[in-house]
């Protein structure tokens, strides 16, 4: 006896491995809703001290890692520091302190706790090794 092979559903699963929905089309009862109480707040942490040539692509690399980043402001140094060191040949310029905004605040929360007072270069050879991070 040979038995006929079933035809998949137009998504590619096998028959009868999706759950209908009802008419009206809500999901089926045994569905978990997603909580609608909960709204995920974005969290804010503040970077005290911004090392030389670092940039905003080195902290969004460095720590979206840990979780979704979203804005990064980084606040540059003032108008008559960067041009008298413009006048003495310096053409980078530096950034004195700085706000990053993750999506998830508890990931922000987790994040300034466990990298406050850490190296921000993981690499002895990062030219970033020898600063610390200090985020509140």
Partial sequence: MLEE???????????GARQEADEDGSPPPSAPDPPQDKKIMPGIIYLGHIPPRFRPRHVRNLLSVHGEVGRIFLQPEERFVRQRKKKAGAKA???????????DKRVAKLVAASLHNTPIGTRRRSRFHYDLWNIK
């Fill in 5 to 15: 092979p079933q035809e998949a559903d137009e998504d590619g699963s096998p028959p």
């Fill in 93 to 103: 310029k530096n950034y004195t302190e700085g706000w990053v905004e993750f999506r």
